[in-house]
């Protein structure tokens, strides 16, 4: 039986994002997504939302932590991404350097799946 747990003293602080190269991969999320630059060492860099945003201090900080190993397996985790226009947002996510990739998805599905620059898959929905 698991242990009660108090919500208003636990808060997700960061997704960690393993990579080669913190700082090649954080531009892409960087560009991507228009957050900003907190932390930035050859280790390990830190994307924040705009400063200001309904975002800031709610939705969790990106961690990308410099690893020696590659990624073999696609991922057990993801983010979906839902913007008002789909396919302008793939255009732009492909010319930042993210690729259409197949996982096994169902031919007509209503969302894409892409890419980033590690190979780290992500799915762009269609918008509500």
Known sequence: MPLPCNPMSLRI???????HDPTRIATFWESALG??????????????????S?????????????????K???NRIHFDLRPDDQAAEVRRF???GAREV???????????????PDGN????????
């Open 121 to 128: 898959e992500f799915c762009v929905l269609k918008p509500l």
């Open 94 to 96: 492909t010319g930042l």
């Open 54 to 70: 309904a975002e800031d201090g709610v939705a969790p900080d990106m961690l990308f932590l410099r690893v020696p190993e590659d």
């Open 35 to 52: 957050w900003r630059r907190t932390y930035d060492q050859d280790e390990e860099v830190v994307l924040e939302p705009p400063e200001g």
């Open 13 to 19: 602080q960061c997704f960690c994002i393993d990579t």
């Open 102 to 116: 197949s996982i096994g998805q169902a031919a007509g599905t209503s969302w894409v799946v892409m890419a980033d």
């Open 72 to 74: 073999t397996v696609k």
